[in-house]
């Protein structure tokens, strides 16, 4: 499979997540502790929203292994952001190009996601027919993660993303009982508009790939006060990932099978995740 990480916070370079922490996501890509496998060199790529620039993001997506990619480590170095993603890939079928590389990017939206659809050479043209034929054209590449991506745009992601996601899952699932795949849906997800940052655990035999999120700066604070890492964010500041990034005891926390994460300004919110028919509000 592959791994991932979520930014929301106070900007800072990309190279204090995606290099130096103990267990970074370049680590990550070469020693996975908690995927399917423990390499992930199948491409990589990052998304991030420019402090008081274009609301759309900016992405960087490569096909070759991360941890050798020296054009990847100078631009860590030097970009500073307040929201990216970042995504390092273990094909699970698909071509290794750049058009399959995580995040996608449609409009000011990112998304990226980390599981499969089992079974989708068969379910494969049933989803894409369901994609608005005007959202079609903007599909680059051939991996179920984009077509779930664009399925979710299609029921309503830009106004109603929780139930867009559910939505989506649900026509996933109806898909799949249509061509007796059974369980068909594995997935982590981290979504954004620049602003808010959304993340879902869930797969239709409950038994998901791993998520956490970072517990609350300042509870951090509180429990080692001696630590300047956490002295320079804001208390708003949350990392979500596939794996924790170090062994500071009580830094991460479980998020719960089948449910959502939502960082926003104030109160983040967690809520029960739950596959909904299309046409189905929230």
């Not at 984009?146 to 649900?170: H, K, N, Q």
Request: net charge negative; hydrophobic share 35%.
């Amino acid at each position: 499979m592959c791994r991932w990480l979520a930014y929301s916070g106070s900007p800072i370079l990309l190279e204090e997540l995606l290099y130096k922490p103990e267990h970074s996501l370049i680590d990550q890509s070469m020693h996975a502790r908690l995927g399917v496998g423990t390499t992930n060199g199948d491409g990589f790529g990052v998304g991030w929203y420019t402090p008081g620039g274009s609301p759309e993001p900016t992405l960087f997506r490569g096909t070759g292994p991360a941890w050798g990619d020296e054009n990847l480590r100078e631009l860590a170095h030097s970009v500073r952001s307040g929201m990216f993603l970042a995504h390092i890939r273990a094909s699970t079928g698909t071509p290794v190009q750049q058009t399959n590389c995580h995040p996608f990017r449609h409009g000011r939206w990112l998304w990226l996601h980390n599981g499969r659809i089992r079974g989708y050479p068969k379910l494969k043209r049933t989803l894409t027919l369901s994609v608005d034929p005007e959202l079609f054209p903007c599909i680059g590449g051939s991996t179920d993660s984009e077509i779930m991506f664009y399925l979710a745009l299609t029921f309503g992601l830009e106004t109603d993303p929780i139930g867009s996601v559910e939505r989506m899952v649900g026509c996933v699932e109806e898909a799949g009982r249509q061509h007796d795949i059974d369980n068909p849906v594995q997935m982590t997800i981290a979504l954004t508009e620049g602003e808010r940052l959304w993340a879902f655990r869930y797969s239709s035999e409950r038994n998901s790939r791993s998520l956490y999120c970072s517990t609350a700066v300042d509870t951090l604070r509180t429990m080692y006060p001696d630590n300047p890492a956490l002295q320079g964010v804001s208390d708003e500041t949350r990392i979500v990932v596939s794996e924790p990034l170090g062994g500071l005891v009580g830094a991460w926390q479980p998020v719960a099978e089948s449910s959502y994460e939502l960082v926003k300004p104030g109160i983040d919110v967690v809520g029960p995740f739950e596959p909904a028919l299309v046409g189905a509000g929230r």
